[in-house]
Structures are given as C-alpha cells and as structure tokens.
C-alpha cells in the first residue's frame, strides 16, 4: 500500500510571500506526482504534474522532485488571498488506475 | 464543453438505506473513478472504470458497487449504509489510463450525510 504523507497545516503565510508544501512518499517506484488544489467546499483541481527530478515551474507555481529522498514540494511565489486553499499530493499506482492522495495541507495567505 | 457533472448534489439518507449516486465524464473520457473524502482527510480510492470494465478496487466493502454504462456514464451504488459512509463522493474522468500519466478531471461532488 503506498503512502503519501503531508503536513495538515494550517500553513499561515503573509501576501506576497513563497508558500513551501511537502509531500513524502513511500514507494521508490514512482514515477509521477501530482498536486491538487481544492478549496473548501469543492472539488479537487489539477494544479501541476511533475515527472522528473528537479524543478518544474509554471507561472507563481513550481513543483519540485528528489527521488533519491522520496519528496515533492510546491512552491507558490507572489501568495496571494486567493491561493488559500488544501493542496493535496497525489501518487498513481503502477497500474495506472487509481490515486493515492495525501491528506492535504491547508494554506492560509493573509492579506 | 460540459465538465464532469455529478448528480445528485446532496443526499441524506439514514442508516440501512441504499444510495445510488450518478456521473457523466467530459466528452471524449472513457475512464471514470470514484473517490470518497472523509472530512478533513485525502479523497480514497473507491473504482475506477474503463470500457465498461472495473480496471481497479480500492479498499471498500461489498457495500459498494459501480458500473459504467455504454456511453461511459456511472453508477455508484452503496448498501446498507452506515454512519461512516458519511462522505463526500467524486466521480473523476481521464482521457487514458495505465500509462502513469493520468490527469484526473473531478466533479463537484455528491455530499453524502447518513443520520
């Protein structure tokens, strides 16, 4: 069974600062990863997706891959209000056929 | 193009009904899974469906079942429902599947209240 471990937060961070997310994994096998974000009272939504080791920007948004240390971190520049949401991980199985999500870490920007 | 449209949007039921709830993909998706997320906690893997086939269970009881239908709608059914059920459902829909590559596309969501 894989496992995809976050911080619940809430993570609390001023407007216009880098919000850091983590998430580990436990299967060395991985080989893609996922981050939704979902705000409350919705559904989840495909923020970014990330393959390789390093980093993987677009626009305020990076993802960053080591496999070798079995994490995954988002990075948010420029926070903004609007980015205050649960970032969740996500990990699909070698099959292809399901997702195992972490349990998301909250982020709080305040203006 | 229409999203993934999930009905109903509320349920309440009570304890020992059964609940069936329903899911239409993006056009074009053949794939459709079925998530629950407990407040507060990840979505889980309930089942994913291809084809019209089961491709993937996840660690669920009988109680719940699904089918997809030919024109790649679903049904997810549960039984005997508990407290516990108490959740909110999500129907996803991808373009392909087994290629690691996945993009899950989600509804809004069946929230289910069990009293």
């Known amino acids: 069974q894989k496992e995809v471990e976050q911080n619940s937060g809430p993570l609390s961070v001023p407007e216009g600062a880098i919000a850091s997310l983590n998430c580990t994994y436990s299967?060395?096998?991985?080989?893609?990863f996922f981050w939704y974000r979902q705000y409350s009272g919705k559904s989840p939504e495909l923020i970014m997706s990330?393959?390789?080791?390093g980093d993987k920007e677009d626009g305020r948004f990076t993802a960053q891959l080591n496999k070798a240390s079995q994490y995954v971190s988002l990075l948010i520049r420029d926070s903004q209000p609007s980015d205050s949401a649960t970032y969740l991980c996500?990990?699909?199985?070698?099959?292809?056929?399901?997702?195992?999500f972490g349990g998301g870490t909250r982020l709080m920007v305040k203006p | 193009d229409a999203g993934v449209t999930q009905s109903p949007t509320h349920l309440i039921k009570t304890r020992g009904q059964h609940v069936t709830l329903r899911c239409s993909p993006i056009?074009?998706?053949?794939?459709v899974s079925w998530y629950q997320q407990v407040l507060g906690q990840g979505p889980q893997f309930i089942f994913q469906?291809?084809?019209?086939?089961?491709?993937g269970r996840g660690n669920f009881p009988d109680r719940f079942s699904a089918r997809q239908f030919p024109n790649y709608s679903s049904e997810l059914n549960v039984n005997a429902l508990l407290l516990g059920d108490s959740a909110l459902y999500l129907c996803?829909?991808?373009?392909?599947?087994?290629?690691?590559?996945?993009?899950?596309?989600f509804g809004s969501g069946t929230q289910l209240s069990v009293l």
């Open positions: 996500a990990v699909p199985n070698n099959a292809g056929n399901m997702l195992t």
């Open positions: 990330i393959y390789s080791n």
């Open positions: 469906y291809y084809e019209k086939e089961e491709r």
């Open positions: 299967d060395r096998g991985s080989q893609s």
């Open positions: 996803a829909s991808s373009l392909v599947i087994g290629t690691g590559d996945e993009k899950l596309f």
């Open positions: 056009s074009g998706h053949k794939s």
